[in-house]
């Protein structure tokens, strides 16, 4: 086990919180951490170059802080597990079946490992068997579950819902400059700065297409890049189109939506129009619940940005040529090339793999996937994706006006935004996600909006949903 700078770094901060530091700020440190998921905290050369990235080494400080003697944070981790139980089952299973299915299953079947195949042959496979990326999948699946418990006990304060808002704004700004600083600098010696971050185990993928620079930021590829910046635009416009911190929150969404449109990614590209589906579904289909002042501003913006990139185009265009090559390659041409066929044969394994278990699974980390619930059927079969399928509504609850529009509750304005935030962050996921584990970053938003906006009938009456946030934080759903 081998310490980087970033976790030194985290262990200076993380002592502080719990000396001097509260749950706002331990909150605030977890969601930080997520800025550097292509980096390392904590490097394991004897489990085959795997690495602990710094939001799982975070949570060691932040349930160090729930612990500590004389908090009152101890009290709620009971509720904070019960509001969490689906996830806690899909958590659970899937650390018991990591290591037991590898095993039960092994040498029965071939698959693609998680570890990249050192072959020509796109498409070749080895024998299942238990190793060691089935040990980090479990850790992970730990470590979402811990995420979960903080995050719900700290939003439970009343406090934590500026700190939620105001990281989320700061974050998507720090993501979008991090990307364009990352290209002005690409290729000069100032770039080393950058590779500092780049330590994780991750495949490193600089390269460019048709002539433009993909934006990567500190991440390792610009796909993992484009998949974070994607939950942060979300979780901005949902809460802009809920009239929270309208100004901060809309400028962070112009700027991150403007960075992935720039990004060449095709994580970025399908996110996007997905979500704008999304966003024109919601406005015209259900017109009660619509948002008509926020959709007007939104349409306004997209006919802007269009026409500023027609007036480019008329200035420089021979631009037009090289992006309609770029989108062309990332989009249509990208299921015919080799790397969409070979994400498509990984999408495959987990059904088939799910057939050959009799809907067993065959344990996290076994396998390789392209999406995370083709990896759920493939390593946790029936009880794994019913489990994770519960906790989504559990957590959007699309039966509640708060889900699709604002609400005159503070609490339940911004618990419908983050959860409804939840459910669309995993689109990335369920195009590229190489694992049944859900991002850490989903977790943080599920789990607030659960605090925010509990699902119990129950607790509908808890003092938090009557409470009004502070002003500076959220306004009245116009």
């Not at 980096?39 to 602990?52: D, E, K, M, N, Q």
């Not at 990567?216 to 590829?221: A, D, K, L, V």
């Not at 793999?353 to 996290?364: A, C, D, K, N, Q």
């Not at 939840?422 to 190489?434: C, D, Y």
């Amino acid at each position: 086990m081998e310490l980087t700078f970033i976790g030194y770094a985290q262990i200076a901060i993380g002592i502080l919180i719990i000396i001097a530091g509260n749950m706002r700020h331990a909150l605030m440190f977890l969601m930080v951490a997520a800025l550097f998921n292509g980096s390392a905290a904590i490097l394991l050369p004897a489990l085959g170059g795997s690495s602990i990235p710094p939001i799982q080494f975070a949570l060691i400080f932040v349930f160090l802080r729930i612990l500590m003697p004389g908090s009152t944070a101890i009290a709620d981790l009971p509720e904070a597990f019960k509001a969490n139980r689906m996830l806690a089952l899909f958590s659970l299973y899937g650390i018991a079946t990591a290591f037991t299915l590898p095993r039960i299953f092994a040498g029965s079947v071939n698959v693609y490992p998680m570890q990249f195949i050192a072959s020509a042959d796109l498409f070749a496979t080895v024998p299942l068997e238990p190793t060691s990326q089935n040990l980090t999948a479990a850790f992970y699946l730990l470590g979402s579950l811990l995420s979960a418990i903080a995050v719900w006990i700290a939003c439970r304060r009343r406090e934590a819902a500026g700190t939620m808002v105001g990281t989320l704004i700061a974050m998507a700004w720090v993501h979008a400059i991090l990307g364009l600083v990352g290209v002005a600098i690409r290729g000069t010696s100032a770039d080393a700065m950058f590779e500092l971050f780049r330590n994780s185990a991750y495949v490193q993928m600089d390269d460019a297409v048709g002539g433009f620079v993909r934006i990567r930021g500190i991440f390792p590829e610009s796909s993992a890049y484009a998949t974070l910046g994607f939950v942060l635009f979300v979780a901005n416009s949902e809460m802009w189109y809920r009239s929270i911190r309208s100004v901060g929150t809309g400028l962070a969404t112009l700027v991150m939506g403007t960075v992935l449109f720039f990004s060449t990614s095709s994580t970025a590209y399908l996110g996007l129009a997905i979500y704008g589906l999304f966003f024109a579904l919601r406005t015209f289909i259900l017109p009660g619940a619509a948002n008509f002042a926020k959709a007007k501003t939104a349409f306004a913006a997209m006919a802007l940005i269009i026409f500023l990139s027609a007036l480019l185009f008329m200035v420089a265009p021979a631009l037009v040529e090289g992006v309609v090559d770029v989108v062309k390659r990332m989009t249509i041409e990208k299921s015919s090339s080799d790397s969409g066929m070979q994400r498509l044969f990984w999408a495959q394994q987990g059904w088939d793999l799910f057939r050959h278990s009799y809907g067993l699974g065959v344990g996290p980390g076994s396998f390789r996937s392209s999406s995370i619930f083709f990896a759920m059927l493939g390593s946790m079969g029936v009880i794994g994706i019913l489990s994770f399928l519960s906790y989504l509504i559990a957590v959007f609850q699309p039966w509640r006006r708060s889900s699709w529009t604002g609400s005159a509750v503070a609490a339940e304005n911004l618990g419908g935004a983050l959860g409804c935030a939840a459910l669309l962050s995993l689109i990335p996921s369920a195009i590229n996600s190489p694992t049944a584990v859900p991002g850490v970053i989903f977790v943080i938003l599920a789990s607030a909006s659960l605090a925010l906006r509990p699902f119990d009938l129950a607790r509908r009456t808890d003092p938090l949903r009557r409470a009004e946030l502070p002003v500076s934080t959220t306004m009245a759903a116009q």
